[in-house]
DNA sequence: GCAGAACTATGCACCGAGTGCAAATATGTG
DNA sequence: CACATATTTGCACTCGGTGCATAGTTCTGC
């Protein structure tokens, strides 16, 4: 009667999004810094040991399955046309971040990334590895010969691209959720190569 | 028989770069995470608690003054003349980190930053409050208005060059050493550019 | 030189994040 | 039902970091 395969699995991802909802309530209410793995835990009805079986940090609360996105960042790159210049490829790429559903929840996530420094230093490290896994695609379009290690100018300009999605997501959180995030993002690209 | 007028301070500056030289071996040794402030502290010859009282977290050991560092670049991309693009200028200006008179330590201390994850989200800590210090001058720079908070065109700018910076650095230590830093950077540069 | 202010060193107790281990309990399968 | 497999939980521990109080040292004005 099993109508997926693993009753074990939903369970557990229900639980996880569960407690994940009861830390934002949370971190919301008092702030990510003041609130401590304990209160969450309580909170959610599990025991403290149990939380970091289903999160092995405080910030990947906040910040999700990082490497799952980074893995259907580059899935997108890698599915645009080969002919497609690196700017305009990556640019479709990082659009599918665009969780679009709930921009409040969205607001709320870049707000919690601005005061906790713990979680803009996780955030930009989130960003390394996506460096890592986009850099090869990208260095194909730069016309750069393939390499073992990623070309250091491969690296550099997904290095930028994330860089301009960082800030024109800081400016659009600045801005209390009002303007254009796309428009700002190709504003600071557009700054970049004048 | 001053011969500065502070003899504390010159005592605590002798103090502050002798743990940090003791430090910097202990992490050659055993590397940054294995290496405990206690082990530090004993090492030094002094306790646990007044190694806090000259570096606020393990990381500073390694990443210095780096608020007084991001000041200095700020003067001198400042002192370039006003007429400079913002891409010539800011380069000269981050040229001031070139420290030049030991590479061997300069190479540790990148190798480093590479291994540590703690270290490496301190360092991109500190490029985003550079970030901050040198965007002002760079909105001049790019024609863009003044404003209260730098815009985000100008913060992605420094964003931008500072991740060339650290990629060109990363490929210098990953090629252990050889080749010139200036010209990569110049590299990544020209190809965000191109 | 001396008295008091200011700084420094240290110990102690504490917090919060995170981990390893082992026992208990729940859940799935034959 | 019985067995294997996850999950939950408690416990003890490590490590980084902080607040506080106390004892000692240096600097300053007299």
Redesign the pocket.
């Known amino acids: 009667m099993?109508s997926t395969?693993?009753?074990?699995?939903r369970?557990?991802r229900a639980?996880r999004s569960e407690i994940a909802a009861t830390a934002m309530r949370l971190f919301a209410e008092q702030g990510f810094?003041a609130?401590?793995?304990?209160?969450i835990?309580a909170a959610a009805?599990?025991?403290?040991?149990?939380?970091?079986?289903?999160?092995?940090?405080?910030?990947?609360l906040v910040l999700g399955d990082t490497a799952g996105l980074g893995e259907s960042i580059r899935d997108v790159l890698e599915a645009r046309p080969a002919e497609e210049s690196a700017w305009s490829a990556l640019r479709a790429a990082l659009m599918t971040l665009r969780s679009g559903d709930d921009p409040a929840a969205d607001l709320a996530h870049a707000r919690l990334c601005r005061e906790a420094p713990?979680l803009r230093a996780r955030k930009l490290e989130k960003y390394l590895h996506w460096q890592e896994l986009l850099a090869p695609d990208v260095q194909r379009r730069l016309g750069l010969p393939a390499t073992e290690a990623p070309d250091p100018r491969a690296r550099a300009f997904v290095s930028a691209a994330l860089s301009c999605l960082d800030v024109a997501v800081e400016a659009w959180c600045e801005a209390d959720g009002e303007g254009d995030p796309v428009r700002l993002f190709d504003e600071a690209v557009a700054a970049l190569r004048a």
């Open positions: 099993a395969p693993n009753l074990r699995e369970t557990r639980v810094e609130t401590t793995v304990d209160q835990a009805g599990i025991s403290r040991r149990s939380f970091f079986h289903y999160f092995g940090t405080k910030e990947d713990s």
